[in-house]
T-cell receptor, first 116, second 113 residues
Framework: AQSVTQLDSHVSVSEGTPVLLRCNYSSSYSPSLFWYVQHPNKGLQLLLKYTSAATLVKGINGFEAEFKKSETSFHLTKPSAHMSDAAEYFCVVSDPPGTGRRALTFGSGTRLQVQP | GAVVSQHPSWVICKSGTSVKIECRSLDFQATTMFWYRQFPKQSLMLMATSNEGSKATYEQGVEKDKFLINHASLTLSTLTVTSAHPEDSSFYIC?????????FGEGSWLTVV
């Protein structure tokens, strides 16, 4: 079975400072990993994804994440936070290849608060 | 790009009634779609896998007689919450994938009063 753990339920940063949202995964296979963002009362938006290509993945809105197999981590970072980044962020792992499914396992989420 | 559309975005219904939520793949065919549920301040949980032309596969703990899923065509899956109760109030979202990328619908906020 695979799982994903988001280490912080809540992160607060000041506008203009770096953002780090931590995620660790567990998978018997080479995983596909994603970060999604959910703004209040909105659906989900894909920030970035890792699918066994480059380990440093660049996403939208200046976010990036690095896949570290030795640490089983996929932390999300951004050099400078913006007020509009305040939202809920989910680290997600996809079902293993060959299963025929594309279902996702979501982490518990990290709420990012950006202070002016 | 590929788009998944979900309808309605918001719905309020009376306790005991049924509500249908639609999930459509607009520019690709989806033999499989997935339904998730998110309770307030919690993460999303997979409810069931919707399979075109066959029965849905439900996750453990999800009542298949309460959450009826129909996937009658390659572009449409429906989730019907039957005999809805206030505890069914939640955010329901579907996903589908034409390939390596997974697309989500906009989600449906259900409030049962």
């Amino acid at each position: 079975a695979q799982s994903v753990t988001q280490l912080d339920s809540h992160v607060s940063v000041s506008e203009g400072t770096p953002v780090l949202l931590r995620c660790n995964y567990s998978s018997s296979y080479s995983p596909s990993l994603f970060w999604y963002v959910q703004h209040p009362n909105k659906g989900l938006q894909l920030l970035l994804k890792y699918t066994s290509a480059a380990t440093l993945v660049k996403g939208i809105n200046g976010f990036e994440a690095e896949f570290k197999k030795s640490e089983t981590s996929f932390h999300l970072t951004k050099p400078s936070a913006h007020m509009s980044d305040a939202a809920e962020y989910f680290c997600v792992v996809s079902d293993p290849p060959g299963t025929g499914r594309r279902a996702l396992t979501f982490g518990s989420g990290t709420r990012l608060q950006v202070q002016p | 790009g590929a788009v998944v559309s979900q309808h309605p975005s918001w719905v309020i219904c009376k306790s005991g009634t049924s509500v249908k939520i639609e999930c459509r793949s607009l520019d690709f065919q989806a033999t499989t779609m997935f339904w998730y549920r998110q309770f307030p301040k919690q993460s999303l949980m997979l409810m069931a896998t919707s399979n075109e032309g066959s029965k849905a596969t439900y996750e453990q703990g999800v009542e298949k007689d309460k959450f009826l899923i129909n996937h009658a065509s390659l572009t449409l899956s429906t989730l019907t919450v039957t005999s809805a109760h206030p505890e069914d109030s939640s955010f329901y979202i579907c996903s589908a994938s034409p390939g390596n990328t997974i697309y989500f619908g906009e989600g449906s906020w259900l409030t049962v009063v």
